[in-house]
């Protein structure tokens, strides 16, 4: 079972989201900024604000 399509049906509102030009290690080497604004903005439209 692919991985994402599973945490997007799981996770409440979640959103499968493609960050161009970025790789698998995009987290935690290549754009750790970049990649937190996403989970930033996630949890912050939640109406709960909770992840």
């Known amino acids: ?3 994402l399509p599973h945490l997007a049906r799981t ?6 989201v493609i960050l161009p030009g970025l790789d698998h290690n995009a987290p935690d080497l290549n754009a750790p900024d970049v990649v937190a604004e996403q989970i930033r903005t996630f949890i912050q439209a939640r109406p709960d604000g909770r992840p």
Request: aromatic fraction near 0%; proline fraction near 22%; hydrophobic fraction near 45%.
């Open 11 to 16: 996770m409440p509102d979640a959103r499968h």
């Open 1 to 3: 079972m692919p991985v």
